[in-house]
């Protein structure tokens, strides 16, 4: 499995990058607790989330921490992080995976695209892509806002009630239960 998306954003490619090495613009777009990001190959790549009050019946509660090891790092167009877990606030890591994070001039704004990917065949690999990928387009909307609104219009916008900016909240359970 794999998550692959991609958004327009009105910046240039450096500006994109750098907010996801920046822990205020972490703290604001992804909703990080703590992050410690290293832009340079070999760097630290991991970010923290407040485990969450949703408890998914085969990953249990969300949140926890994504680390690995940035490999390749070009503050004008892409980096690549390697050996990446997810680590839940309960259960087994999940893991390895590649996070791959391009950004290239098109027109007068940039496309970003994130891709994320590795893969064992079972049911925790499956519910872990089905959770992030709403996750992470989520946040990449955040993204967004915060680079072309500035942090006021996510603070903003994260205070508004949640049917306003986003569809209702779901309970995550696994396929077949209610």
Not at 41 to 68: N, Q, R
Not at 116 to 145: A, C, D, F, H, M
Request: charged content about 20%; hydrophobic content about 40%.
């Amino acid at each position: 499995m794999i998550f692959d998306h991609s958004l327009l954003i009105a910046a240039p490619p450096p500006t994109v990058l750098a907010a996801f090495f920046d822990t205020q613009a972490l703290a604001l777009w992804w909703s990080a607790v703590n992050s410690v990001t290293t832009p340079r190959p070999l760097g630290v790549y991991a970010v923290e989330w407040a485990p969450t009050t949703i408890h998914d019946d085969l990953l249990g509660a969300l949140g926890g921490v994504f680390h690995g090891t940035v490999m390749e790092y070009r503050s004008d167009r892409e980096f690549f992080v390697a050996d990446s877990f997810w680590l839940p606030p309960e259960g087994e890591p999940i893991g390895p995976m590649g996070l791959e994070v391009t950004c290239v001039v098109e027109g007068p704004v940039s496309r970003l695209r994130v891709v994320q990917n590795g893969y064992e065949e079972n049911l925790r690999w499956n519910r872990y892509y089905s959770v992030i990928t709403p996750g992470w387009k989520s946040s990449l909307r955040w993204l967004k806002r915060y680079i072309e609104q500035g942090p006021e219009a996510v603070i903003a916008g994260r205070d508004a009630p949640p049917d306003v900016l986003s569809p209702r909240p779901q309970r995550i359970r696994r396929r077949g239960r209610e």
